[in-house]
T-cell receptor, first 113, second 113 residues
Framework: QKEVEQNSGPLSVPEGAIASLNCTYSDRVSQSFFWYRQYSGKSPELIMSIYSNGDKEDGRFTAQLNKASQYVSLLIRDSQPSDSATYLC?????????????FGKGTLLTVNP | DGGITQSPKYLFRKEGQNVTLSCEQNLNHDAMYWYRQDPGQGLRLIYYSQIVNDFQKGDIAEGYSVSREKKESFPLTVTSAQKNPTAFYLCASFDGTPGNTIYFGEGSWLTVV
């Protein structure tokens, strides 16, 4: 089983719709979870982080974490064409000072005008 | 401005040559990382360094080497032993604060000609 898995997509939604992106992870000791957005040819940029079970909202973005199911998701409300990008799920599997992130392969999202 | 600077942005390598990618940060971060990204793929960890004069192999270290002689600098050498080096290379750093995460430079494109 891969450490961090995402639906590869592509995921296509109409403008104004809700986009739902999913991610599962294999290591139960994982402590923190992140969603990065990456436009084609650019470096990833952080959009959301979540550490505790439940929902975390930031503007049009909501991250959801369920540690029992080893599942983290990202909802994008009122999707805009500018949201079209690859979304990368990342998991911090290490505690203490040995900090490193493991990434999924990403989900390509296309928002159609 | 504080940030992570990678150079060059584009680099062409002949087969059998070693090349070095530069990564400099003025954020006073202790930890630095090198990731590789292939088209349509996620990020894979090559090497990381938690502190000056110390570094550790990531998941795909073969054919690469690094040094960490200064806190600000973490250069990556792609050696001739790396048989398929064409990829997008991303350098990142982390300030070590719980709840924070890594931030990326703008990346370097390496192509073998």
């Amino acid at each position: 089983q891969k450490e961090v898995e995402q639906n590869s997509g592509p995921l296509s939604v109409p403008e104004g719709a809700i986009a739902s992106l999913n991610c599962t992870y294999s290591d139960r000791v994982s402590q923190s979870f992140f969603w990065y957005r990456q436009y084609s040819g650019k470096s990833p940029e952080l959009i959301m982080s979540i550490y505790s079970n439940g929902d975390k909202e930031d503007g049009r973005f909501t991250a959801q974490l369920n540690k029992a199911s080893q599942y983290v998701s990202l909802l994008i409300r009122d999707s805009q064409p500018s949201d079209s990008a690859t979304y990368l799920c990342a998991v911090n599997r290490s505690g203490g000072s040995n900090y490193k992130l493991t990434f999924g392969k990403g989900t390509l999202l296309t928002v159609n005008p | 401005d504080g940030g992570i600077t990678q150079s060059p942005k584009y680099l062409f390598r002949k087969e059998g040559q070693n090349v070095t990618l530069s990564c400099e940060q003025n954020l006073n971060h202790d930890a630095m990382y090198w990731y590789r990204q292939d088209p349509g793929q996620g990020l894979r960890l090559i090497y990381y360094s938690q502190i000056v004069n110390d570094f550790q192999k990531g998941d795909i270290a073969e054919g690469y080497s690094v040094s960490r002689e200064k806190k600000e600098s973490f250069p990556l050498t792609v050696t001739s032993a790396q048989k398929n080096p064409t990829a997008f290379y991303l350098c990142a750093s982390f300030d070590g604060t719980p709840g924070n995460t890594i931030y990326f430079g703008e990346g370097s494109w390496l192509t073998v000609v």
